[in-house]
């Protein structure tokens, strides 16, 4: 009797709440960007639900993933192809299509559309054309990282977002020496299969002490999110082949000031930066200076950016 009154009861508030959805304001000749779940299909919105439903077409990254998607939840509305290499095609076809007043959705395969994902030329396109973007939050596996990891705070709430590193080795070093001197945590996504390579460079950009966040296979069910210093992150993935499976999200967290009482460590570090700068780059002045202190390099090479500055 329990379970049949708790499943009425469900019944009933699911009713409610669609109702209450269905009564909102949905707007014809408008695109709507709509968030889809990065792993667990619970995790698409009831809003969103509601959009995929109503819109005339869905412009997809991936029709045959989106069509799953859309499957388990009931959705029949039909699907167009909106990839990176159609998008500018995709993109006059949506305005057509929004210019006889229908409904059109944006989706990526995970996540927010034009987010480290296909769709910014579509919604620009739109806007250009002076028809209205209305945005569906949803899934994002940034936030779902930051949430787990515990990197940041209300009192220091920044961090910033790098994308996917380069795939060679030679400009993915150099691109991580320039996000990795940020003073804040720096959130990267990385495949699996370039994910030892992208951690080696870390190690060898940041220094053995800087701290590292690995989250993969995030809302899956064999979600992990791990925080260790690099100097143990290859050892960590080696003791486990299952480690580096998966979509990963990395976080490399803020450089530790270093701070002494008396001054005298980044004294001695800025007298000795001063005088390799003279004839060094910037890069080797902290290289060279890391070496000889033993202190991390990005911390160094933050260091010299600031003193080459003045």
Not at 75 to 81: D, G, H, M, R, S
Not at 88 to 94: R, W
Not at 119 to 128: D, L, P, Q, T, Y
């Amino acid at each position: 009797m329990h379970e049949i009154s708790a499943s009425s009861g469900v019944d009933q508030t699911w009713k409610r709440l669609t109702e209450r959805v269905d009564a909102q304001h949905w707007p014809v000749a408008t695109l709507y960007v709509v968030a889809t779940p990065i792993g667990n299909l619970g995790d698409l919105s009831l809003r969103a639900w509601q959009a995929l439903s109503r819109c005339d077409v869905i412009a997809a990254e991936d029709t045959r993933s989106s069509r799953a998607l859309l499957d388990a939840w009931g959705v029949q509305t039909p699907l167009i192809a909106a990839h990176r290499h159609n998008e500018a095609q995709a993109a006059q076809a949506i305005v057509e299509r929004l210019s006889a007043g229908e409904r059109v959705a944006l989706v990526s395969d995970a996540g927010a559309p034009a987010v480290s994902d296909p769709g910014g030329r579509i919604v620009r396109a739109v806007r250009e054309a002076g028809y209205g973007v209305v945005a569906l939050p949803g899934a994002s596996a940034v936030i779902t990282a930051l949430m787990a990891s515990g990197v940041t705070s209300d009192e220091n709430p920044a961090f910033v977002f790098a994308g996917f590193p380069p795939p060679k080795t030679t400009a993915r070093q150099k691109w991580l020496r320039g996000w990795c001197a940020v003073p804040a945590p720096i959130i990267m996504f990385e495949s699996p299969h370039r994910l030892e390579a992208t951690v080696r460079d870390l190690l060898a950009v940041c220094g053995p002490a800087r701290r590292l966040t690995l989250a993969r296979e995030l809302t899956k069910r064999y979600e992990q999110v791990h925080t260790l210093a690099l100097a143990d992150a290859a050892g960590w993935l080696a003791q486990d082949a299952h480690r580096s499976q998966g979509e990963f999200v990395l976080i490399v967290h803020e450089a530790e000031q270093v701070s002494q009482e008396d001054g005298e460590v980044d004294a001695a570090a800025a007298t000795m930066l001063d005088a390799l700068l003279e004839t060094l780059s910037v890069r080797d002045a902290a290289r060279v200076a890391a070496r000889v202190t033993g202190l991390p390099r990005d911390t160094l090479y933050a260091m010299a950016l600031a003193r080459r500055g003045d």
